[in-house]
């Protein structure tokens, strides 16, 4: 197969816009009102038969020659004292027509309307937050409603430290963007539960300014201000989020449990989303309350929570120390309709299943008892405890502490029990106390009851 590449040009299609007009009138000296366009625009722009003050529909052009007064996207134009003051007038508005921007692309003419153009220093228009999304637990993206020409990071404070990292950019209407980034101790929730905050505070030496030397207005954005700091970070799996699970306590794995950072959507977990690697899948749900189901038992309470359970079909034989693959797939929602980033990596999933036993022998006279389990695991307690924790029943129902003359020990990862009295019958059971053997993953055993161990016949 041959490869052919090719660079295209993308042609700019779009029309230029007006995106709002502001005045600057100050008595005894300026008087002009400045056109700002969303992008740049061409020469056209300082033609000024492209524009017209219409007072009560009489239509006239302006007097003066307009010119750029910043990077081909604001047009300044004086007014002549005739023109300021038809244009204080409810019924005044400026209409715009003809303008091009650098590609060719011709505006549809526009009206703006007297009530709708602010001084340059009026607190309704003084450079104001549009929106505030944290698209990570890092990173918050601030948009203005202006341009701002001096940026200071020292204007901004997220959850009470100062950004590490700042990105300024220009959206499609030509306002100021403020991408931050925080260190690791001032990250947000991927919910953005607790404490968030993003303080912006510019002032007489912390500069937020817009092409008039205004500063942006003080606000400290949370997730109830106005605007309010919007949610756009993506669910993930914590970190050892992705665990094994032994309800029915047997030593097989009945479930493996998926801890989200943030709660999900109970309504988009089904068992489509989840392959088990050798394992066959029978259901997944969302766990709100109560206890997950196996065996049919159980009180599950399905509703939106950052637990998910996967209920697999358990295995003939023990596999407690076993970590198979977890591939998520399909679409997850948080609660803010955030989706999980889907990938085709296959995640190992921690062991999170006690410790089983796997074998139980007895001794050809009948006295020692060797305790065998489905894993490596390590001895907890020291040896007198260990055999303080160790009881016998032999009918297997009453369970009696170990005589003085018997003796435990842990050798080779396995559990050995020497009996001073030769075993008999064929009810004999051994309960083993909680917390004594623990596998490598961490997990130590509940009370344990070895299967019935049956004592040899007498030779």
């Known amino acids: 197969m041959v490869l052919y590449t090719a660079v295209l040009d993308v042609i700019d299609m779009e029309k230029p816009y007006v995106t709002k007009i502001t005045k600057k009138i100050i008595p005894g000296g300026e008087q002009s009102i400045y056109v700002f366009f969303n992008e740049k625009v061409s020469g056209t722009a300082l033609v000024k038969d492209n524009y017209f003050i219409n007072d009560a529909g009489t239509m006239k052009k302006v007097t003066n020659t307009p010119e750029f007064y910043y990077e081909n996207k604001v047009v300044k134009i004086p007014l002549s004292n005739e023109e300021k003051d038809v244009l204080g ?3 005044t508005s400026i209409v715009i027509m003809n303008i091009q921007d650098l590609y060719g692309n011709i505006m549809d003419g526009q009206t703006i309307w007297q009530s709708a153009i602010m001084h340059y220093n009026d607190p309704t228009n003084v450079p104001k937050v549009e929106k505030a999304e944290v698209t990570e637990k890092n990173k918050v993206v601030i948009t203005f409603d202006q341009h701002l020409v001096l940026v200071d990071p020292a204007a901004f404070i997220i959850n009470s430290e100062v950004p590490i990292e700042i990105a300024v950019s220009n959206n499609d209407d030509g306002n100021t963007v403020v991408t931050l980034t925080t260190d690791d101790t001032a990250k947000f929730t991927c919910d953005l539960s607790g404490t968030a905050s993003v303080i912006i505070a510019p002032s007489s030496t912390i500069k937020l300014e817009n092409i008039f030397g205004v500063n942006a207005a003080n606000v400290t954005l949370t997730t109830t201000s106005i605007p309010a700091l919007i949610d756009k970070v993506k669910p993930v799996v914590m970190d050892y989020g992705i665990l094994t699970m032994d309800f029915n306590i047997d030593g097989k794995i009945d479930h493996i449990a998926v801890y989200f950072e943030e709660s ?23 766990l709100a309350g109560g206890t997950p189901l196996y065996d049919g038992r159980g009180s599950a309470v399905v509703g939106d929570s950052h637990m998910t359970f996967v209920r697999v079909k358990q295995k003939d034989t023990i596999d407690s120390g076993a970590t198979p693959g977890v591939k998520i797939k399909g679409v997850l929602k948080d609660l803010h309709d955030n989706e999980y980033e889907i990938s085709n990596d296959i995640i190992t999933s921690f062991d999170g299943v006690m410790p089983a036993i796997s074998a139980v022998t007895l001794s050809a006279d009948n006295k020692v008892v060797t305790v065998e389990f489905s894993e490596p695991v390590i001895n907890t307690r020291d040896i007198p405890t260990l055999k303080t924790l160790t009881r016998f029943a032999a009918d297997g129902i009453s369970f009696n502490a170990l005589d003085a003359a018997d003796s435990v020990e842990f050798t ?6 020497r009996f001073n009295t030769a075993l008999s019958g064929t009810s004999n059971k051994i309960e083993i106390g909680s917390g004594v053997f623990m596998d490598i993953a961490g997990n130590s055993n509940l009370i344990i009851i070895a299967p019935a161990i049956e004592a040899n016949p007498a030779p």
């Open 412 to 417: 080779g990862g396995k559990y050995v029990i």
């Open 264 to 286: 999900i959507k109970h309504q988009y977990v089904s068992v489509s989303n989840f392959e088990i690697v050798g394992y066959t899948v029978l259901d997944a749900y969302v």
């Open 89 to 91: 007038l409810g019924t």
